[in-house]
Structures are given as C-alpha cells and as structure tokens.
C-alpha cells in the first residue's frame, strides 16, 4: 500500500514558479514507476511528466520547457519544477505510482495522492 501527498501548490502570477512535491508514506517502494498528471475544470486528466526509479524521465512535448520531474528515493518524494507559468497551467495536479513499466494513461495507476492546487493569474 502506497500512500502519495502532495504539496506545494498555490496561486501565483503568470511567469512564476511552483516546486510541487509528493511524499509517499508508508510501505513505499522507490521502484514504482512515478508520474505527475493534471486535471482542468471540464477537462480529461492528462499526464504531465513520468519518472523511473532510477531517474529516466518523460515529459509532455508541449511542457519539456518548463515542466521538470524529479525524485529523491532517499526521501521518497517527487517533485515537480514548474517555471515561466501560463494561465493554461491552472489545475489540480496529482502524483501517481504503479509497478513499471511507466504509462501515459491515468488509468494504468494504482495510487493516486489528493491533489494540490494551481492556479495562475494574469
């Protein structure tokens, strides 16, 4: 049982920053395969940034130059830099776990955290 909580979101100005963060408590196991996904209002959930246990990452095409993903095993926490924010970033953001290999589709993990807010003004 995986136990994901996110932090780290809030209400910042377009061209701002935010460094999300995704604790996994309990029997974590750094070998899951990790991802961060958003979900705008009346939007599908989509995935952001995906990372292996040992550091290979993947991020959406349209977000590579902003959005970098990270993880620190020794701290079970994800992360999730997010520079040069666009109102179009305003979502919940999620962190998920699933045993690799890594997926795209929300649907393929099994631990999903509550959610951390974002939410960018002009």
């Known amino acids: 049982q995986v136990t994901l909580v996110e932090s780290g979101g809030g209400s910042v100005q377009a061209g701002g920053s935010l460094r999300l963060s995704c604790a996994a408590l309990g029997s974590a196991d750094i070998n899951y395969c990790m991802g961060w996904f958003r979900q705008a209002p009346g939007k599908e959930r989509e995935g952001v940034a995906l990372?292996?246990?040992?550091?290979?990452?993947s991020v959406k095409t349209s977000l590579k130059d902003r959005f970098i993903i990270s993880r620190d095993n020794a701290k079970n926490t994800l992360y999730l830099q997010i520079e040069s924010l666009v109102q179009e970033d305003t979502a919940m953001y999620y962190c998920a776990a699933k045993v690799c290999p890594w997926g795209w589709s929300p649907l393929e993990y099994k631990y999903w955290g509550q959610g951390t807010q974002v939410t960018v003004s002009a």
């Open positions: 990372i292996t246990p040992t550091g290979s990452t």
